[in-house]
């Protein structure tokens, strides 16, 4: 069958075909039936059945015989190491970590943060939580103390774990004493902590709350994988929403399970043993579905990779782990394509490596560029597909499925929709558009297995932010059409998310934050086009009356007040002063204008606009930090 009968098939007949996907997972009790809709619009995917994650990405295939295979390959250029850990030895490792974890009361339900680089022990962690049924909550290392206390105060967990310290090209990231911090700000505090000493950096560790990685685990009886039903939260990831308090994406186990598993072959294109590499971070929803879930519990192997696509040392890097390892697909962000191209325009580093085993590259995070495409395209030569998801779906809404059937490339756009996404374009009173036609991008409900079911301890949130606009639908917050051939394009966001390096930003996040130093009364965060980052954030800010400090110095305080609230990886760099900003009549700050301004592009002038010359203003302001040239 090829893509278009089966894409069919799991719309007409959903319980049919998702119940025969769930036939490669190993169940402890199989489910009755597929979807469970007594709820809706609240949806769950095999919901009575039994089985656990860890068995299924890690003890199954031991038990297969394929115990000697390499799970993990570690390679780290920033600390100069490499190595592998098999199949036998992950399953030793995790069965120790999580029976060391219910020794100390960590049981099925507890949320367990954790905070670690990108290092193999992640994996178990995580792996671990899923073997007794524990929820965890991964923090990226990008965020600063604040963030991750907001996140503790949040899901509330019995203990973290976490590294001493993380690497980033010339400079260690001291993740102990941001933990530290964040425990003290947060109104909810752990039980205890494990902290994973690393060599670069040895934590001082708080007597009685914190123990060492090592020791924890000493002498205690390993875990067996503990069954948990279909609809147990596997994980909550926090994401960007509109303002500072994040989403916690919840992920239910079983419908994550079997839309992993389908994904690797009919999309990655992948079979087992095979190695896989996702160039992420756990941090992200990529790499907990790509770096860990996915390959592991299809049998792959899979790349922990502690290092940049630049500068690590060199543009190479990338092309040495695909030829080192022999990775037959290949993940990453157009950002970091980007940024080799931008070094290494004519890729004479890859002159130097062996990539023919490469099947494909795969693309997502953030639009696609054109010319990235095709520069890839040409140097590597292998199909580049771009392909359309968010961590709240945790795999691909549109794909090219390349394990199925290889669907012609058109560049811009992500191909189209994957079994289950009965995708929609809808004008704003919720009717769907002719193909061709730009409108809001919505997937008729129910949402298929592996997507989130609902918000931690946030129901009425998750209805108010994505069922409401558009009833019977889920809202993406893209933008896009869908061409007469079905294909899909992306255009740009609906909300206040914007999309920085390939990260998920929130400006509404920034503008809470400019908006408590002491001479702000007003402001406006806006993405702004960026050749590198696709897009960098921007901040405007109205002084209040009577402050007559240096602009430059405030702007200053600002940018260091983002960098220790959100952390370094808002990259929140830029902040102007103005006098005003532009709004309509009623008061709605116009940031799409901004947006326009800054990227010198035309713009029609909104009747609704208050004081049209404060554009002029906004553009010299503009103009003073390189933008709004055109
Ligand atoms: N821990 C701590 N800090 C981190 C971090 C992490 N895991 N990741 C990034 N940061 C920091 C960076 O060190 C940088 O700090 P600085 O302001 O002190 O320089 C800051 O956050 C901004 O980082 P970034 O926006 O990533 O810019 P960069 O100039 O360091 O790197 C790229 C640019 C393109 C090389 C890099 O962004 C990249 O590799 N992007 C690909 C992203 C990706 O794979 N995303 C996954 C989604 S699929
Ligand atoms: P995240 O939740 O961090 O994965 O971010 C999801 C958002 O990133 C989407 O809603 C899109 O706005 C954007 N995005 C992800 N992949 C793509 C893609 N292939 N093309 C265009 N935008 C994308």
């Known amino acids: 069958m090829g893509y278009k009968e089966i894409y069919e098939r799991s719309l007409a007949d959903p319980e049919g075909f998702w119940m025969e996907q769930a036939e490669s997972i190993d169940w402890v009790r199989k489910p009755s039936k597929a979807l469970f809709d007594d709820n809706a619009p609240i949806y769950e995917w095999f919901s009575d059945g039994l089985v656990n994650t860890c068995w299924n990405a890690v003890d199954r295939h031991v038990e297969a015989g394929r115990g000697a295979q390499a799970a993990i390959i570690h390679d780290s250029p920033v600390t100069g190491t490499k ?121 001082r560790l708080i007597e009685g709350r914190d123990h060492d990685w090592h020791a924890f685990q000493y002498g205690v009886e390993p875990a067996d994988c503990l069954p948990v039903e279909g609809n147990h939260p596997a994980y909550i990831l926090y994401t960007s929403g509109t303002t500072g308090q994040p989403k916690g994406v919840v992920r239910a186990t079983a419908g994550h399970l079997v839309a992993l598993n389908w994904s690797m072959k009919n999309i990655y294109n992948v079979n087992p043993g095979e190695v896989f590499w996702a160039a992420s971070d756990v941090g992200w929803v990529v790499g907990h579905s790509y770096i860990c879930y996915g390959p592991l519990i299809h049998g792959n192997t899979t790349i922990v990779f502690e290092g940049k696509p630049v500068g690590t040392p060199d543009a190479g890097t990338f092309w040495r782990v695909i030829s080192e390892h022999n990775v037959r697909s290949f993940f990453t962000a157009p950002t970091a394509l980007r940024a080799i191209k931008r070094e290494d325009p004519e890729a004479k580093e890859l002159a130097k490596y062996d990539i023919s ?100 301890n946030a129901e009425d949130r998750y209805r108010k932010s994505y069922l409401t606009t558009f009833p019977g639908y889920y809202e993406t917050g893209d933008a896009g059409m869908k061409d007469e051939d079905g294909y899909l394009w992306i255009m740009a966001r609906t909300d206040d998310v914007i ?27 806006i993405g702004a086009a960026d050749e590198l980052k696709g897009q960098i954030p921007v901040g405007f800010l109205c002084l209040s009356k009577g402050v007559n400090r240096p602009h430059a110095e405030i702007a200053a305080e600002c940018v260091k007040l983002v960098r220790e609230q959100i952390g370094p990886v808002a990259a929140f760099r830029q902040a102007v002063v103005v006098d005003r900003l532009p709004k309509t009549r009623s ?40 933008l709004a040239r055109g």
Request: proline fraction near 7%; glycine fraction near 10%.
């Open 357 to 456: 085993n490469l099947r494909a590259l795969y693309l997502a995070g953030e639009r696609a560029d054109p010319d990235t495409i095709q520069w890839a395209q040409r140097v590597m030569g292998v199909p580049v597909y771009d392909h359309w998801w968010q961590t709240e779906t945790g795999w691909t809404i549109a794909g090219n499925p390349a394990g199925l059937e290889a669907l012609p490339v058109k560049i811009g756009s992500p191909t189209v929709a994957m079994p289950g996404y009965d995708v929609r374009i809808l004008d704003e009173g919720g009717h769907e558009v002719p193909p061709g036609t730009l409108g809001a991008i919505a997937i008729r409900l129910p949402l298929p297995p592996g997507t989130l079911p609902t918000l931690w």
């Open 83 to 203: 190595h592998r850990i098999s199949y036998a030895q992950l399953r030793s490792r995790v069965a120790r970590l999580a029976g060391a974890l219910r020794a100390r009361g960590v049981e099925k339900g507890d949320r367990v943060i954790i905070y670690m680089p990108m290092v193999p022990e992640a994996l178990e962690a995580m792996l671990a939580c899923a073997r007794i049924g524990a929820v965890h909550s991964v923090v990226f290392g990008g965020f600063a103390a604040h963030e991750l206390a907001v996140r503790i105060d949040d899901c509330a967990p019995k203990c973290i774990i976490a590294a001493s310290c993380g690497i980033e090209p010339g400079r260690v990231v001291h993740y102990k004493p941001l933990l530290d911090g964040a425990i003290e700000q947060a109104a909810h505090k752990p039980e205890f902590c494990v902290i994973f000493q690393r060599e670069e950096e040895v934590a």
């Open 499 to 525: 999309n920085v390096a390939g990260h998920r930003l929130s400006t509404g996040a920034m503008e809470e934050v400019l908006a408590s130093h002491p001479d702000v009364a007003e402001c406006a965060v």
């Open 587 to 626: 008061g709605k700050i116009l940031r799409a204008i901004m947006v326009r301004i800054a990227d010198g592009q035309d713009f029609k002038m909104p009747a609704t606009i208050d004081d049209p010359a404060i554009l002029d203003e906004i553009r010299e302001a503009l103009r003073g930090i390189g």
